[in-house]
């Protein structure tokens, strides 16, 4: 089945620099892959999500790109604010319903 | 549009103790699942239904009952609860056009003692 790897598990940046988290996975056949934003004590919020028809995606300050033929993807945050302190999960799926979560990467902005 | 919405908040249990944590969507949403977070960790799909009727297990099914006797409700049952199963339990659902991702409800923080 598909397995979801997500790296790294702790990322620490100065405020206003970039920040850069990756996925891979598994099985080719994935076709949708969505971003989540978990801040503490909070549910997990979609942020930004892309197809396999698509290699960029951006929403003001974020970013999803695709590499279909590494099978990865990653998550690009510009300019980086303390508001952008959470958890960020990666998910893949293969045109279900079924979502194949990363083990999620906390994002700690410094000021 | 209330999206999802989970019942109680939050939950103490004696060990042995059964209860039904709610969960309800006005999104007419064909799929809907039950997830688990444990502290310091990802998410951990317990069961799952893509319709009215239709209910299946995922990766932590045991020790968890759900039905699904209408496209709004999926209640989550916990048969005899156990230390093992304080969590914090989170419901989603989604629409089969895919033009979204999965919508959370605010979660359960539930503890067995």
């Known amino acids: 089945g598909e397995n979801v790897e997500q790296h790294p598990s702790t990322l620490s940046v100065q405020e206003g620099d970039s920040a850069v988290i990756k996925c891979t996975y598994s099985d080719s056949a994935s076709n949708y892959f969505p971003w989540y934003k978990q801040e503490l004590g909070k549910r997990p919020q979609l942020i930004i999500d892309i197809r396999s028809n698509v290699g960029e995606k951006k929403d003001q300050r974020i970013a999803v790109t695709l590499n279909k033929t590494a099978k990865h993807f990653s998550l690009h945050i510009t300019e980086t604010q303390p508001e952008d302190s959470a958890v960020y999960f990666c998910a893949a799926s293969m045109d279900n319903y079924q979502l194949i979560w990363g083990a999620g990467t906390k994002l700690i902005i410094k000021p | 549009n209330a999206g999802v919405t989970q019942t109680p908040k939050f939950q103490v249990l004696k060990t042995g103790q059964s209860m039904t944590l709610q969960c309800a969507q006005d999104m007419n949403h064909e799929y809907m699942s039950w997830y688990r977070q444990d502290p310091g960790m990802g998410l951990r799909l317990i069961h799952y239904?893509?319709?009215?009727?239709?209910?299946d297990q995922g990766e932590v099914p045991n020790g968890y009952n759900v039905s699904r006797s209408t496209t709004e409700d999926f209640p989550l049952r916990l048969l005899s609860a156990a230390p093992s199963q304080t969590s914090v339990y989170f419901c989603?659902?989604?629409?089969?056009?895919?033009?979204?991702?999965?919508?959370f409800g605010s979660g359960t923080r539930l503890t067995v003692v």
């Open positions: 989603a659902s989604r629409s089969f056009n895919r033009e979204h991702g999965y919508t």
């Open positions: 239904s893509v319709g009215a009727g239709i209910t």
